[in-house]
């Protein structure tokens, strides 16, 4: 039984009992690339290749402002994160933007509101380019 089923057997998730005739014992299971350093599931990371060359950027979805350690851990990485306040009761998400603007205040680097309640947190290395100075100059779109 793989280790995530055994994980989702403890947690009570699956029975895990059932549907072991589809997991091969042979099968030597290991660590996905580039997952050894995400501990939360809800922590998304861009694929392998942009992980290989040290351009990666995590999106966070927290619960709670409990969540906000993993936020400020990644940001101190010098990892830009996208954080989805959607899920969250006002309040903690308030809590966590009031967070997230601390953390990049005292770390020199930038918050963003990229939709209603979703925020890009940037390290001070990186620019942000918005696509909308752009749009005017184009023409390509202009019927007029």
Do not use: C, H
Not at 29 to 53: C, I, K, L, S
Not at 106 to 125: C, H, K, M, N, Q
């Amino acid at each position: 039984m793989g280790s995530v089923r055994k994980a989702s057997a403890w947690l009570g998730l699956v029975d895990d009992s059932d549907d072991e005739r589809y997991y091969d014992d042979d099968y030597s299971e290991g660590p996905e690339p580039g997952d050894a350093w995400v501990t939360d599931p809800r922590v998304r990371v861009a694929d392998q290749a942009a992980q290989d060359q040290g351009s990666r950027i995590a999106t966070v979805t927290p619960d709670g402002f409990r969540d906000a350690r993993g936020i400020g851990e990644l940001f101190r990485e010098g990892i830009p994160v996208i954080v989805n306040l959607t899920a969250m009761e006002p309040a903690d998400a308030k809590r966590v933007v009031d967070f997230a603007a601390g953390l990049t205040f005292g770390l020199r680097g930038s918050i963003e509101r990229v939709a209603t309640r979703v925020f890009l947190l940037t390290p001070p290395d990186y620019q942000v380019v918005s696509g909308e100075a752009r749009r005017g100059n184009s023409g390509f779109f202009n019927q007029s």
